[in-house]
């Protein structure tokens, strides 16, 4: 009734129109109070789902991923794949995660390799350009100095990671 009316003609048509527009707010605000219930009731009913295909796939993963191990007719450096009619068996080998100790790397590179010194406001290893100098060794880094000799970084070791399996 109130969307309609051109101009307020006294306080009485003002007072409706008031309370029309909260009469209208408050449905609005209604609405959205359901439908966020509803978001939240599906995005839960999405992660059940999830979960529950998780389970239910998991023996089977575990399976084909042995049997990919076994039969893998193309192997790199960084993946194993073997193709069947229905999809592709793929495992991706991740590469080992740098943990690093910043102040041991500080004591180390300030030692052996002062330029990868970086200094702001405080003195940090320089990480992005040293870890293109380092040499990957086992569970750890090394490092070449001037005269050649590779030395062993400290302040980082090598975390190994799981490998993945996927299936395309």
Known sequence: MYLNIQA???????EEIILGIRS???ERDRLIEDCQKMIEKYENKILDYQEMCERSTKDARLLLGEYCRLQASKTTKTTQTYKLPSGTLKWLKKAPRPVRDDSKLLDWIKIVAPQYVRVKTEEKPAWDELKKSLIECGDHYE???PDGELVPVEGVVLEPQEDVFEIK
């Open 143 to 145: 490092y070449a100095i």
């Open 8 to 14: 307020v003609q006294d306080d009485i048509q003002a």
């Open 24 to 26: 209208e707010e408050a």
